[in-house]
C-alpha cells in the first residue's frame, strides 16, 4: 500500500477525524419521555398506581427490573433498552382500547411530537365541530399574551381544547368564561416547541 496515494483509504485518519467531531459524551436522555410513558401508561386499563404513589415498584416488579431502572424511564426521560421498550409497549397496547401500532408509540415515547404526533391526542371524530372554536380560542388567547405560534405545539394545544370544550359541553363562544381561556393559556404553556 502506498501511503502516499490518495485514493488509499486512512482509516486511523477518519477515525481520528470522527472522535474531534463527535462528542465524547454520548447522552441517553430523549427530552419529554418521562411525561409521554407517564401519559401511556395512564391511558391503561391497569390501575398501576400514580407516579408518586408506587408506580416505580409496581413496574419493576412487572418487568422484573431493578427497581432504579425504571426511575430513569418513568422521571428522568432515559428510555430502557430497546427490547424492554418494545416487550413494555406491547403489553400496555394491550391495555388501551383502540388499534395502535407499537413502532409508531415507541417513536413517539422517544422522539415525541416533532417526529411522530401524539397518537391519542386525536380529537374523537364527533367532537371535530369544535375545531373552529377550539382555534379561534387558541388564537384570541395568544394574541392577547402576545405568544407566537412558533413557541407552541399547536396540535397538542388543539387537541387538549377540543377534549376541555367537549367536557364542558362548551359549544358556543358565548358560553366561554375567563377560566376557560386560562386553561387554554395553560395548555399552551405546557406544550412549548423544543
Known sequence: MNKNNPK????????????QTTPKVVTEEFPGFSDRLNKLIDLTD??????????????????????????????????????????????LLSHIDGSHSPLKIQAWLKFGDEAVNDPFCDPQPDNQY?????????VAVTR??????SEYELSRVLCETVEMLAGFNLTHESMIEPVHLQIIYQYIKSHPRK
Open 144 to 149: 392577547e399574551n402576545g405568544i407566537p405560534a
Open 8 to 19: 488509499v483509504v486512512q482509516l486511523h485518519q477518519q477515525i481520528e477525524e470522527i472522535n
Open 46 to 91: 391497569l390501575g398501576i398506581p400514580p407516579l408518586d404513589g408506587g408506580r416505580q415498584a409496581h413496574i419493576a416488579s412487572l418487568l422484573q427490573s431493578s427497581k432504579m431502572a425504571p426511575g430513569d424511564w418513568l422521571k428522568k426521560d432515559k428510555p430502557p433498552k430497546n427490547s424492554t421498550l418494545k416487550r413494555l409497549v406491547n403489553y
Open 130 to 138: 369544535l375545531i373552529p372554536l377550539a382555534t379561534a380560542l387558541i
